[in-house]
């Protein structure tokens, strides 16, 4: 199983920007699709994003269409999450997911540990 581990998290005033990345420990290039996901206080899981294996194909929840930007590097085997314009709502725990293909099927078969973002107003 590959191990993901995310990185990048911290405090931010809203509107400012961070990039998250997702290092796994194995190889995950044009193998596997990847995704993003956060939990904020009190609430369930959210999907964010995705990407499908090569990095053609990527999807977003509406709520950061346009401000958000998910990327990988497969030489690297890294997936990365732009986060610009940053909103007091977007205040979570963010995890990075892999998908056990290049199909964006509803299951993952590894998940990082979260890093957390924080945006004060």
């Known amino acids: 199983q590959v191990q993901l581990v995310e990185s990048g998290g911290g405090l931010v005033q809203a509107g400012g920007s961070l990039r998250l990345s997702c290092a796994a420990a194995?190889?995950?290039?044009?193998?596997?699709?990847m995704a993003w996901y956060r939990q904020a206080p009190g609430k369930g899981l959210e999907w964010i994003s995705k990407i499908s294996c090569t990095g053609g194909n990527t999807a977003y929840v509406d709520s950061v269409k346009g401000r958000f930007t998910i990327s990988r590097d497969n030489a690297k085997n890294t997936l990365y999450l732009q986060m610009d314009s940053l909103k007091d709502e977007d205040t979570a725990v963010y995890y990075c997911?892999?998908?056990?293909?290049?199909?964006?099927?509803?299951?993952?078969?590894?998940w990082g540990q979260g890093t957390q973002v924080t945006v004060s107003p």
């Open positions: 997911a892999k998908y056990p293909s290049c199909k964006w099927s509803v299951r993952h078969d590894s």
């Open positions: 194995g190889t995950i290039s044009n193998i596997n699709s």
